[in-house]
Protein backbone atom coordinates (compact mmCIF):
# COMPACT_ATOMS: atom_id res chain seq x y z
CA UNK A 1 0.00 0.00 0.00
CA UNK A 2 1.47 3.49 -1.13
CA UNK A 3 2.31 5.75 1.80
CA UNK A 4 0.40 8.96 1.19
CA UNK A 5 1.53 12.20 2.91
CA UNK A 6 -0.81 15.15 3.40
CA UNK A 7 0.39 18.24 1.26
CA UNK A 8 1.25 21.26 4.06
CA UNK A 9 2.31 23.98 1.20
CA UNK A 10 1.71 24.53 -2.46
CA UNK A 11 3.97 26.11 -5.04
CA UNK A 12 2.29 28.65 -7.00
CA UNK A 13 3.47 28.31 -11.15
CA UNK A 14 2.18 31.81 -11.76
CA UNK A 15 0.57 32.93 -14.91
CA UNK A 16 1.46 30.59 -17.44
CA UNK A 17 3.85 30.95 -20.81
CA UNK A 18 5.47 33.99 -19.09
CA UNK A 19 8.63 32.18 -18.36
CA UNK A 20 11.21 35.08 -19.33
CA UNK A 21 8.57 38.11 -18.94
CA UNK A 22 9.00 37.97 -15.13
CA UNK A 23 10.61 41.13 -14.54
CA UNK A 24 8.27 43.22 -17.24
CA UNK A 25 5.22 41.86 -14.97
CA UNK A 26 6.26 42.74 -12.11
CA UNK A 27 6.64 46.07 -12.98
CA UNK A 28 3.75 47.03 -14.49
CA UNK A 29 1.63 44.81 -11.92
CA UNK A 30 3.98 47.01 -9.27
CA UNK A 31 2.44 50.09 -11.14
CA UNK A 32 -1.39 48.86 -11.66
CA UNK A 33 -1.10 47.43 -7.61
CA UNK A 34 0.12 51.15 -6.35
CA UNK A 35 -2.04 53.08 -8.58
CA UNK A 36 -5.05 50.71 -7.35
CA UNK A 37 -4.20 51.52 -4.00
CA UNK A 38 -3.60 55.31 -4.51
CA UNK A 39 -6.71 55.96 -6.54
CA UNK A 40 -8.86 53.90 -3.87
CA UNK A 41 -7.71 55.92 -1.23
CA UNK A 42 -8.58 58.98 -2.25
CA UNK A 43 -12.50 58.45 -2.71
CA UNK A 44 -13.27 57.64 0.80
CA UNK A 45 -10.81 60.42 1.92
CA UNK A 46 -12.90 62.97 -0.37
CA UNK A 47 -16.36 61.31 0.64
CA UNK A 48 -15.72 61.82 4.49
CA UNK A 49 -13.90 65.16 3.92
CA UNK A 50 -17.13 66.52 1.54
CA UNK A 51 -20.92 67.08 3.05
CA UNK A 52 -22.26 67.47 -0.30
CA UNK A 53 -20.71 63.41 -0.52
CA UNK A 54 -23.06 61.71 2.03
CA UNK A 55 -25.78 60.58 -0.13
CA UNK A 56 -26.30 57.18 0.30
CA UNK A 57 -24.67 56.46 -3.38
CA UNK A 58 -21.32 57.59 -2.22
CA UNK A 59 -21.79 55.57 0.86
CA UNK A 60 -21.69 52.70 -1.36
CA UNK A 61 -19.08 53.91 -3.40
CA UNK A 62 -17.23 54.68 -0.22
CA UNK A 63 -17.47 50.87 0.79
CA UNK A 64 -16.86 49.77 -2.79
CA UNK A 65 -13.30 51.28 -2.83
CA UNK A 66 -12.49 49.82 0.52
CA UNK A 67 -12.90 46.79 -1.61
CA UNK A 68 -10.85 47.07 -3.94
CA UNK A 69 -8.19 48.51 -1.91
CA UNK A 70 -8.20 44.77 -0.19
CA UNK A 71 -9.09 42.64 -3.22
CA UNK A 72 -5.88 43.20 -5.56
CA UNK A 73 -4.08 42.59 -2.05
CA UNK A 74 -5.14 39.39 -1.91
CA UNK A 75 -2.90 38.07 -4.89
CA UNK A 76 -0.45 40.62 -5.74
CA UNK A 77 1.95 40.75 -2.87
CA UNK A 78 2.40 37.25 -3.40
CA UNK A 79 2.86 37.40 -7.27
CA UNK A 80 5.03 40.27 -6.82
CA UNK A 81 6.94 38.46 -4.43
CA UNK A 82 8.16 35.61 -6.65
CA UNK A 83 8.06 37.76 -10.01
CA UNK A 84 10.95 39.83 -8.12
CA UNK A 85 12.45 35.86 -8.23
CA UNK A 86 11.41 35.15 -4.71
CA UNK A 87 10.20 31.74 -3.68
CA UNK A 88 6.72 30.70 -5.36
CA UNK A 89 5.89 28.64 -2.06
CA UNK A 90 3.08 29.28 -0.23
CA UNK A 91 1.74 27.22 3.15
CA UNK A 92 -1.36 25.87 3.30
CA UNK A 93 -3.00 28.22 5.48
CA UNK A 94 -1.45 30.95 3.23
CA UNK A 95 -3.61 28.99 0.42
CA UNK A 96 -6.74 28.80 2.47
CA UNK A 97 -6.64 32.45 3.52
CA UNK A 98 -6.07 33.56 -0.15
CA UNK A 99 -8.94 31.67 -1.29
CA UNK A 100 -11.10 32.76 1.78
CA UNK A 101 -10.45 36.31 1.01
CA UNK A 102 -10.75 36.64 -2.96
CA UNK A 103 -14.20 35.15 -2.40
CA UNK A 104 -15.25 36.99 0.50
CA UNK A 105 -14.20 40.64 -0.89
CA UNK A 106 -15.50 39.59 -4.61
CA UNK A 107 -18.91 38.86 -3.15
CA UNK A 108 -18.94 41.71 -1.02
CA UNK A 109 -17.56 44.01 -3.59
CA UNK A 110 -20.57 42.98 -6.33
CA UNK A 111 -23.14 43.65 -3.67
CA UNK A 112 -22.54 47.41 -3.74
CA UNK A 113 -23.34 47.86 -7.38
CA UNK A 114 -26.91 45.80 -7.13
CA UNK A 115 -27.61 48.24 -3.84
CA UNK A 116 -26.30 50.86 -6.01
CA UNK A 117 -28.62 50.58 -9.05
CA UNK A 118 -31.16 49.66 -6.50
CA UNK A 119 -30.62 53.03 -5.04
CA UNK A 120 -30.58 55.20 -8.94
CA UNK A 121 -33.70 53.16 -9.42
CA UNK A 122 -35.97 55.06 -6.15
CA UNK A 123 -34.16 58.30 -7.14
CA UNK A 124 -34.75 58.67 -10.47
CA UNK A 125 -38.19 56.62 -10.31
CA UNK A 126 -39.73 57.18 -6.68
CA UNK A 127 -37.88 60.65 -5.72
CA UNK A 128 -39.89 61.55 -3.08
CA UNK A 129 -39.46 58.19 -1.17
CA UNK A 130 -36.01 58.69 -1.51
CA UNK A 131 -34.84 59.60 2.05
CA UNK A 132 -37.02 56.81 3.94
CA UNK A 133 -36.23 54.28 1.88
CA UNK A 134 -32.39 54.72 1.14
CA UNK A 135 -32.31 55.96 4.85
CA UNK A 136 -29.12 55.56 6.94
CA UNK A 137 -30.57 53.00 8.89
CA UNK A 138 -31.20 50.60 5.92
CA UNK A 139 -27.82 51.86 4.03
CA UNK A 140 -25.90 50.06 7.43
CA UNK A 141 -28.13 47.49 6.97
CA UNK A 142 -27.31 46.76 3.64
CA UNK A 143 -23.32 47.38 4.51
CA UNK A 144 -23.37 44.85 7.64
CA UNK A 145 -26.05 42.75 5.37
CA UNK A 146 -23.57 41.90 2.22
CA UNK A 147 -20.67 41.58 4.64
CA UNK A 148 -22.02 38.70 6.32
CA UNK A 149 -23.30 37.10 3.15
CA UNK A 150 -19.84 37.16 1.51
CA UNK A 151 -18.20 35.82 4.96
CA UNK A 152 -20.72 33.08 4.70
CA UNK A 153 -20.31 32.28 1.32
CA UNK A 154 -16.32 32.24 1.28
CA UNK A 155 -16.54 30.22 4.43
CA UNK A 156 -18.93 27.52 2.96
CA UNK A 157 -16.19 27.43 -0.34
CA UNK A 158 -13.07 27.29 1.70
CA UNK A 159 -14.12 24.77 3.51
CA UNK A 160 -15.63 22.47 0.93
CA UNK A 161 -12.42 23.16 -0.70
CA UNK A 162 -10.20 22.66 1.43
CA UNK A 163 -11.84 19.39 3.49
CA UNK A 164 -10.71 17.43 -0.12
CA UNK A 165 -7.44 14.93 0.44
CA UNK A 166 -4.67 16.92 -0.99
CA UNK A 167 -1.63 14.15 -0.99
CA UNK A 168 0.04 15.81 -4.16
CA UNK A 169 1.58 17.01 -6.70
CA UNK A 170 1.10 20.42 -5.15
CA UNK A 171 1.90 22.66 -7.72
CA UNK A 172 -0.72 25.33 -8.24
CA UNK A 173 -0.70 25.93 -12.01
CA UNK A 174 -2.25 29.65 -11.29
CA UNK A 175 -0.76 33.00 -9.71
CA UNK A 176 -3.06 32.44 -6.81
CA UNK A 177 -5.61 29.63 -5.24
CA UNK A 178 -9.00 29.56 -5.98
CA UNK A 179 -10.95 27.02 -6.64
CA UNK A 180 -10.60 25.56 -9.99
CA UNK A 181 -7.10 25.31 -9.76
CA UNK A 182 -7.00 23.83 -6.07
CA UNK A 183 -9.91 21.04 -7.60
CA UNK A 184 -7.34 19.70 -10.19
CA UNK A 185 -4.94 19.12 -7.08
CA UNK A 186 -7.22 17.04 -5.22
CA UNK A 187 -6.86 13.54 -5.19
CA UNK A 188 -10.78 12.23 -4.86
CA UNK A 189 -13.58 13.19 -7.20
CA UNK A 190 -14.79 16.94 -7.41
CA UNK A 191 -17.63 16.74 -10.01
CA UNK A 192 -19.80 17.98 -6.65
CA UNK A 193 -17.72 20.99 -5.43
CA UNK A 194 -17.53 21.79 -9.40
CA UNK A 195 -20.96 22.29 -9.36
CA UNK A 196 -21.58 24.41 -6.42
CA UNK A 197 -18.65 26.37 -7.26
CA UNK A 198 -20.87 26.93 -10.51
CA UNK A 199 -23.93 27.57 -8.95
CA UNK A 200 -22.13 30.26 -6.30
CA UNK A 201 -19.60 31.99 -8.20
CA UNK A 202 -21.17 31.41 -11.41
CA UNK A 203 -25.03 32.16 -11.53
CA UNK A 204 -25.57 34.17 -8.31
CA UNK A 205 -23.50 37.17 -9.62
CA UNK A 206 -25.32 36.08 -12.85
CA UNK A 207 -29.06 36.51 -11.13
CA UNK A 208 -27.20 39.99 -9.44
CA UNK A 209 -26.55 41.25 -12.67
CA UNK A 210 -29.71 40.44 -14.67
CA UNK A 211 -31.69 42.75 -11.44
CA UNK A 212 -29.18 45.35 -11.97
CA UNK A 213 -30.23 45.19 -15.71
CA UNK A 214 -34.02 44.70 -14.56
CA UNK A 215 -33.51 48.10 -12.51
CA UNK A 216 -31.58 50.27 -15.29
CA UNK A 217 -33.96 49.44 -17.92
CA UNK A 218 -37.08 50.47 -15.66
CA UNK A 219 -34.33 53.76 -14.67
CA UNK A 220 -34.03 54.35 -18.91
CA UNK A 221 -37.54 54.04 -19.20
CA UNK A 222 -38.02 57.06 -16.19
CA UNK A 223 -35.37 59.00 -17.86
CA UNK A 224 -37.01 59.08 -21.30
CA UNK A 225 -40.23 60.24 -19.60
CA UNK A 226 -38.29 63.63 -18.38
CA UNK A 227 -38.97 66.83 -20.46
CA UNK A 228 -36.23 68.50 -19.70
CA UNK A 229 -33.16 67.58 -22.31
CA UNK A 230 -30.53 68.82 -18.79
CA UNK A 231 -32.11 66.48 -16.38
CA UNK A 232 -32.55 63.73 -19.14
CA UNK A 233 -28.88 64.33 -19.82
CA UNK A 234 -27.48 64.80 -16.01
CA UNK A 235 -29.41 61.13 -15.35
CA UNK A 236 -28.06 59.53 -18.25
CA UNK A 237 -24.57 60.53 -17.28
CA UNK A 238 -24.72 59.36 -13.55
CA UNK A 239 -26.08 56.19 -14.87
CA UNK A 240 -23.69 55.58 -17.71
CA UNK A 241 -21.01 55.87 -15.19
CA UNK A 242 -22.44 53.04 -12.88
CA UNK A 243 -23.17 50.44 -16.12
CA UNK A 244 -19.58 50.86 -17.30
CA UNK A 245 -18.15 49.64 -13.53
CA UNK A 246 -21.01 47.11 -13.38
CA UNK A 247 -19.91 45.61 -16.98
CA UNK A 248 -16.49 45.60 -15.90
CA UNK A 249 -17.05 43.41 -12.87
CA UNK A 250 -19.42 41.34 -13.41
CA UNK A 251 -18.01 40.60 -16.99
CA UNK A 252 -15.33 38.56 -15.69
CA UNK A 253 -16.60 36.62 -13.18
CA UNK A 254 -19.55 35.20 -15.77
CA UNK A 255 -16.87 34.43 -18.65
CA UNK A 256 -14.47 32.97 -16.02
CA UNK A 257 -17.00 30.87 -14.17
CA UNK A 258 -19.69 30.07 -16.62
CA UNK A 259 -17.53 28.53 -19.63
CA UNK A 260 -19.37 25.54 -21.25
CA UNK A 261 -15.55 24.59 -21.86
CA UNK A 262 -13.06 25.52 -19.60
CA UNK A 263 -10.63 27.65 -21.54
CA UNK A 264 -7.17 27.95 -18.61
CA UNK A 265 -5.71 30.92 -20.88
CA UNK A 266 -8.88 33.08 -21.28
CA UNK A 267 -9.29 32.59 -17.61
CA UNK A 268 -5.75 33.84 -16.65
CA UNK A 269 -6.39 36.84 -18.84
CA UNK A 270 -9.59 37.69 -17.11
CA UNK A 271 -8.29 37.19 -13.83
CA UNK A 272 -5.62 39.20 -14.45
CA UNK A 273 -7.69 41.97 -15.61
CA UNK A 274 -10.03 41.23 -12.71
CA UNK A 275 -7.61 41.57 -9.86
CA UNK A 276 -5.31 44.07 -11.30
CA UNK A 277 -7.17 46.38 -14.11
CA UNK A 278 -11.06 46.05 -12.58
CA UNK A 279 -10.06 47.95 -9.14
CA UNK A 280 -7.79 50.74 -11.18
CA UNK A 281 -11.14 51.60 -13.31
CA UNK A 282 -13.33 52.70 -10.33
CA UNK A 283 -11.35 55.26 -9.21
CA UNK A 284 -11.28 56.55 -12.76
CA UNK A 285 -14.95 56.14 -13.91
CA UNK A 286 -16.50 57.50 -10.95
CA UNK A 287 -13.82 60.50 -10.17
CA UNK A 288 -13.93 61.50 -13.95
CA UNK A 289 -18.09 61.06 -14.36
CA UNK A 290 -19.10 63.15 -10.90
CA UNK A 291 -18.12 66.81 -10.46
CA UNK A 292 -18.90 66.87 -6.90
CA UNK A 293 -16.06 63.88 -6.32
CA UNK A 294 -13.23 65.86 -8.46
CA UNK A 295 -13.74 69.08 -6.73
CA UNK A 296 -13.57 67.24 -3.14
CA UNK A 297 -10.03 65.75 -4.33
CA UNK A 298 -9.10 68.93 -5.45
CA UNK A 299 -9.88 70.20 -1.73
CA UNK A 300 -7.91 67.47 -0.16
CA UNK A 301 -4.69 68.02 -2.89
CA UNK A 302 -4.48 71.48 -2.01
CA UNK A 303 -4.84 71.20 1.42
CA UNK A 304 -1.70 69.08 1.48
CA UNK A 305 -0.11 71.27 -1.29
CA UNK A 306 -0.28 68.86 -4.08
CA UNK A 307 -2.27 71.11 -6.34
CA UNK A 308 -2.52 75.21 -7.16
CA UNK A 309 -5.65 76.86 -5.47
CA UNK A 310 -7.43 77.70 -8.46
Known amino acids: MRNLSV ?3 FILLGIPHTEDLESMLF ?14 LLIPLAIVSSTRLHPPMYFFLCQLSVCDIFFPSVSSPKMLFYLSGNSRI ?6 VSQLFFYHFLGCTERFPY ?3 AYDRFVAICYPLRYTVTMSHRVCAILAVGTSFFGCIQATFLSTLTFQLPYYGPNEVDYFFCDIPVMLKLACTDTSALEMVGFISVGLMPLSFFLLILTSYTKITISILRIR ?13 AHLIAILC ?6 TVYLQPTPKPMLGTVVQILMNLVGPVLNPLIYTLRHK ?12 TNHV ?3
Do not use: D, Q, W
Not at 292 to 301: D, G, H, P, R
Open 7 to 9: VTE
Open 27 to 40: VLCLGFYIFTLMGN
Open 90 to 95: ISYAGC
Open 114 to 116: TVM
Open 228 to 240: SAEGRCRAFSTCS
Open 249 to 254: AYGPII
Open 292 to 303: EVKTALKIILHR
Open 308 to 310: PES
